[in-house]
Structures are given as C-alpha cells and as structure tokens.
C-alpha cells in the first residue's frame, strides 16, 4: 500500500519543513508494517513537496498515522486535502 500526503510550503518554510518531515518519516519507520519512505519535493513547483511511504496494508498505515498524529500536527496547515492511502494494482519493479 502506498501512502501519499502532500504539503504546499512557503519557500521560507522549506528548512524547518524538510527537518520536520525527517522526524516524521523517522516516527513512521518505527511503526509495525513499515517498508519505506522518502520526503520528496517536486521539481516543477517547489512549494509542493511530499511524505511518501509504503506499508505492507491499510491498517498498518492508519495505525500508524494515529501514532505520529501529534508530530504531523504542526504540519496540518500545510497539508494538502485529498486522499492519502493507494492500493497497489499493478506493480512493476525496474533494475
């Protein structure tokens, strides 16, 4: 399961936002179900950036979202309001 949560942060914010999505990612890793994450920021627009993680289920990531809820808290106001939570249906992995 692929979990996508992306924020829109003011360029002025972008040190203190990447030290936060560290923790973040950091807190999640330690959950049950974990298989990876990474913070990405887009190439295109870079006030858009992302925290995005795999797990081996939706259960486990929204157990785990409940766990780190208050250090994604102060981040909520730059969270973008959309659905957070992918299904593989197909998957390809490249060499």
């Known amino acids: ?4 949560i ?10 203190d936002f ?3 999505g ?18 990405a920021r887009s190439v295109d627009e870079p006030n858009l950036w992302a925290v995005v993680s795999e ?7 929204r157990r785990a ?3 780190a809820r208050m250090a994604m808290y102060p981040l909520m106001t730059l969270m973008v309001n959309e659905p957070s939570a992918f299904e593989d249906v197909y998957l390809l ?3």
């Open 1 to 4: 399961m692929l979990a996508v």
């Open 6 to 15: 992306r924020y829109t942060v003011p360029e002025s914010q972008s040190q």
């Open 18 to 20: 990447a030290k936060q």
């Open 22 to 39: 560290h923790a973040i990612l950091d807190l999640l890793a330690e959950q049950p179900g974990y298989l990876r994450g990474r913070l």
């Open 55 to 61: 797990w081996e289920g939706a259960g486990f990531y």
């Open 65 to 67: 979202l409940s766990a």
């Open 93 to 95: 992995d490249g060499a």
